[in-house]
C-alpha cells in the first residue's frame, strides 16, 4: 500500500436518531489534498507497488492466529481441559488389571544334636518348588453418589470455558493485528502529509527571498519562512521515527515487516441499536460465556462434594489361577465377584466444611459472573458511543480541512496583492497541515472505534475477515472421549 498523497474518509450509514443500521459500512480509502491546493484525489498503486504482492489484513491475521505463541498456549490449555474430560469419563467405565509372578523357593531344616562325648545323627531336609500365577481384576463402579456423572458435567463446562477464553484470546489478538495494521498505514500518511508540507515551505521560503531581493519584504519574512521550513524537517524526521515504531510493533505481532498493506476492508457493526449490541454482548462476548461455564464448574463441583457423603457401592469381579511345582505338581483357580459399599461415618467435620467451601465457591462464581455483566454492559455503550462521536469528528475535520484550504488559497492571492504578510500565509499553511493531520488520526480513530465495539460484542472473529482457519487441537480428540482414547 502506498499512502503517499492520501488519507482515511469514512463511510457510514445511520439509521433513526444516529444509531448504526447493520448495513453501517465504513471504508477507508487514501485520499490527500494536494500541498498546493489542488481537490482531493484517490492515488494509484505506482508500478513498483502492482509488481509486489499486496499484504492485506486478513493476510496478517491468518498468520498471527497461526504463529502467535499466545494462541499456541491458549490452544494447549484447551487441549489440558479437553483431557480432564477423556479423565472425567473413564472413571464411568470398568477398571481392569491383569496381574502375574512367578518365581522359586528353596528352603532347608536339619534334626538333631552333638553333646560333649556322644554323637547324635543328624537329618538334613531339603525342599524345593517352582511356581507361577496369573489374575485379572475388573472394578466397576455402579453407584457414586452422582460424583461421577458431576465430574463429567464439571469437565465439560471447563471445556466450555477454556474454549471461550481461547477465542478471547483470539478476539484480541485481530484487534491488536487491526491497531497495528491501521498504525502502519496512518503513520505512512502522517509522513507523506509532513514531506508534502516540506515541499510547500521549501516554495514559500524561495518565494520570500525571491520577494526580499527585489525589496517587497524585509529579512524578517525570508527568515519566519525559513524557521517554518525546518520546523517542518524536524516534524517529517519524528514522523519517519514513528512509521518505523509502528512497523516493529507490526513485525513484532506479525512475525514479518509490513509491506506494500492493501486498504483494508469496511468496517461493518453488528448491531442496529445499542439495545441490540447489549443483547449480543451479553450472549457472544468470550469473556461473559467463560464466566457462564466458570459458575457451572463450581455447581457441579458442590454436587461432587455433597455426593462424597453418600454410599459408594463397587462391583468387583476377580479371576486367577497359580500353578506349583514341588513334589508334584499343585494347581488353583478362583472366581470371586462381590459388591463392594462404603458409607463415610464420621471425617472430623471435613466433608461439611467442604460443602461450605463449594457453596462460597458458586457465590464467588455468581459475583464474578454479574460483575462481568456490568463490565460489558458499559464497555458496549461507551464504544457505541465512541463509534459516534468519532463519526462526527470526521465530519467536522472534513469541513476544517476544506475551509482551511480555502482559507490558505485566499491568502496566497492576498499576498500576492499585498493585503497579507509571509506569516499570515505562513500561519494557514500550519493551519491546513493541522487539518489535514487531524483528519488521517480522526478517521484512524473512528475505524478503530467500530473495531473496538465489534470485539464488545464478541464479533471480531477470523471468519468476519474472511479467515477460515481451524485451531486444531495436538492430538486428535474425535471419538476419543465417547469411545475411551
Not at 467463560?290 to 463397587?314: C, W, Y
Amino acid at each position: 500500500m502506498i499512502v503517499d498523497g492520501r488519507v482515511y474518509r469514512l463511510v457510514s450509514k445511520r439509521v433513526g436518531s444516529g444509531m448504526f443500521s447493520n448495513k453501517a459500512m465504513f471504508s477507508v480509502a487514501m485520499t490527500f489534498v494536494a500541498a498546493g491546493g489542488a481537490v482531493a484525489q484517490t492515488a494509484a498503486p505506482t508500478a513498483e507497488q502492482t509488481a509486489q504482492s499486496l499484504d492485506t489484513l486478513p493476510s496478517a491475521i491468518e498468520s498471527v492466529l497461526l504463529k502467535n505463541p499466545r494462541i499456541i498456549a491458549e490452544r494447549d490449555r484447551r487441549d489440558i481441559a479437553k483431557e480432564t474430560l477423556t479423565q472425567s469419563h473413564s472413571a464411568l467405565r470398568p477398571q481392569i488389571s491383569l496381574t502375574s509372578s512367578g518365581g522359586f523357593s528353596r528352603s532347608g531344616s536339619t534334626r538333631g544334636s552333638s553333646f560333649a562325648g556322644s554323637t547324635q545323627e543328624i537329618d538334613y531336609y531339603d525342599s524345593k518348588s517352582k511356581l507361577a500365577s496369573i489374575g485379572i481384576e475388573a472394578t466397576q463402579t455402579i453407584y457414586s453418589g452422582g460424583t461421577l456423572q458431576s465430574g463429567v458435567r464439571q469437565a465439560q463446562y471447563g471445556v466450555d470455558s477454556a474454549n471461550a477464553e481461547l477465542m478471547a484470546v483470539v478476539q484480541g489478538l485481530i484487534l491488536e493485528t487491526s491497531t497495528a495494521y491501521i498504525d502502519v498505514r496512518t503513520a505512512e500518511g502522517e509522513l507523506s502529509i509532513r514531506k508534502q508540507n516540506v515541499d510547500a515551505l521549501k516554495k514559500q521560503f524561495k518565494a520570500a527571498k525571491d520577494r526580499f531581493e527585489v525589496g517587497e519584504v524585509t529579512r524578517t519574512d525570508v527568515a519566519q519562512a525559513e524557521a517554518r521550513l525546518s520546523g517542518s524537517q524536524a516534524d517529517v524526521a519524528s514522523a519517519y521515527s514513528a512509521l518505523e515504531s509502528a512497523k516493529a510493533v507490526y513485525y513484532e505481532l506479525v512475525g514479518r515487516p509490513p509491506v506494500a498493506l492493501a486498504p483494508q476492508d469496511d468496517v461493518v457493526i453488528a448491531a442496529a441499536e445499542l439495545e441490540e449490541a447489549i443483547e449480543i454482548t451479553l450472549a457472544h462476548n468470550p469473556t461473559i460465556v467463560s464466566a457462564r461455564a466458570v459458575l457451572e464448574v463450581a455447581r457441579q463441583n458442590v454436587k461432587i462434594v455433597k455426593g462424597q457423603r453418600r454410599p459408594t457401592i463397587d462391583l468387583v469381579g476377580t479371576a486367577g489361577y497359580r500353578q506349583e511345582w514341588s513334589d508334584g505338581r499343585l494347581d488353583d483357580d478362583n472366581v470371586e465377584l462381590v459388591a463392594r459399599a462404603r458409607l463415610p461415618l464420621y471425617q472430623g467435620g471435613l466433608l461439611a466444611s467442604r460443602v461450605r467451601t463449594a457453596k462460597l465457591e458458586e457465590n464467588r462464581a455468581l459475583m464474578q459472573l454479574r460483575a462481568t455483566e456490568r463490565s460489558l454492559i458499559a464497555g458496549v455503550s461507551r464504544a457505541w458511543y465512541t463509534v459516534i462521536a468519532a463519526d462526527q469528528a470526521i465530519e467536522a475535520s472534513q469541513r476544517q480541512v476544506e475551509a482551511a484550504q480555502i482559507a490558505f488559497d485566499g491568502a496566497e492571492q492576498e499576498l500576492a496583492a499585498g493585503l497579507r504578510t509571509t506569516l499570515d500565509v505562513l500561519d494557514q499553511e500550519r493551519e491546513l497541515l493541522n487539518a489535514r493531520l487531524g483528519l488521517i488520526n480522526a478517521e484512524r480513530a473512528a475505524y478503530l472505534a467500530r473495531q473496538q465495539l465489534n470485539a464488545a460484542m464478541g464479533e471480531l472473529t477470523p471468519e468476519k475477515f474472511g479467515v477460515n482457519i481451524t485451531l486444531s487441537s495436538t492430538y486428535d480428540y474425535s471419538g476419543r472421549i465417547h469411545n475411551g482414547g
